[in-house]
């Protein structure tokens, strides 16, 4: 007989529960990045009305809402953003909706920036994106996943940025200043939590984000975030949308 699965493992019908789910939520990235890409004008609260309607159509919801910011707003992590998104600044999109239907989570995230961006910025880019693919490779079973918060702490030192809040997680100073991901099912955090003192090990079945980003309050905030199926050999990435920065 196989081994029972730990709690937080997910069967085959969970797995497509949550990818229908997720089918959504970048349906709605999408949606919201043509708006950016086109408005003449484009402001926040006109980019989550465009989330709502599109998550509605495929009978989702948002019960902790959405993020769309822009500027110096997205320097902090869990700001919703308001008001004007402006060229040449990052604008932080992060979607987490549950299905009505299955009461499953997703989570994504993406940043993007009207226009050309600042070379600074370019770059803190690029550094989160080589951090997520980092911890990409890392997502396997028997992974322990604080060794995955450290390679990518290492990899953001190495680059010249700043780990905040080590030994704690989400002390929104500067730098990068939370946990590398977490487990995703119908809550949209649980276990497996990947930071810096988490005990937790990957296992075949866990579905798990991984968001690194970097945040400074001169600049605001570039995140990227991924969901991640751990299968028996590795993972799988069940985010299919693009990474684009400059829109």
Known sequence: ???PLLP????ASQIAAIRE???ATETAMDAVISYLASAKSPISEEAHKIIDTVL???NCESPEGHIVAGGTQSAEPHYTGSGALAKGVPIVIDIYPRSKATSYFADMSRTVCIGPAPEELRKMYNTVLD???LAISMAKPKTLCSEIQKAVD???E?????ISGKGKEFSFAEGFVHGVGHGVGTNIHEAPRIGRNSPDVLEEGDVITLEPGLYYNN???IRIEDMILITANGSENLTKSPKQFEI
């Open 154 to 156: 290492n990899l953001f």
């Open 131 to 133: 951090a997520q693919k």
């Open 219 to 221: 600049l605001g905030g």
């Open 8 to 11: 937080r493992q997910k069967t």
């Open 158 to 162: 190495d680059a010249g940025y700043v």
């Open 21 to 23: 789910v997720q089918r």
């Open 56 to 58: 509605q159509k495929y």
């Open 1 to 3: 007989m196989p081994p």
